[in-house]
Nanobody
Framework: QVQLVESGGGSVQAGGSLRLSCAASGYTDTIYVMTWFRQAPGKEREGVASIYTASERSGQTYYVNSVKGRFSISQHGNTLYLQMNSLKPEDTAIYYC??????????WGQGTQVTVSS
């Protein structure tokens, strides 16, 4: 199994920045892609950014259009990061990290709240 613990959420004014972290432990060698999701009140959970951590696609990143140019996903060791710049009120949500392993099982963290005020 894989355990994930997010941190770094908080409240910030529009235009500000936050960096989220997600510490992975357990069978991390089986992870091949990690993703940041978010869920705003009354909305469905959406994928924000992904990074492949294994296979021939290792290092490849993907972003939802609404965050391109503002968010950056990266990984260092067993920690996943999401650097969020130029934050907007519509970025307010609970942010979750998820790890997909070779068996296609997906593990989730507990989430961290991000609130952006105008």
């Amino acid at each position: 199994q894989v355990q994930l613990v997010e941190s770094g959420g908080g409240s910030v004014q529009a235009g500000g920045s936050l960096r989220l972290s997600c510490a992975a432990s357990g069978y991390t060698d089986t992870i091949y892609v990690m993703t940041w999701f978010r869920q705003a009140p009354g909305k469905e959970r959406e994928g924000v950014a992904s990074i492949y951590t294994a296979s021939e696609r290792s290092g490849q990143t993907y972003y939802v259009n609404s965050v391109k140019g503002r968010f950056s996903i990266s990984q260092h060791g067993n920690t996943l990061y999401l650097q969020m710049n130029s934050l907007k009120p519509e970025d307010t949500a609970i942010y979750y990290c998820a790890a997909t392993v070779l068996s296609q099982t997906q593990y989730w963290g507990q989430g961290t709240q991000v609130t952006v005020s105008s």
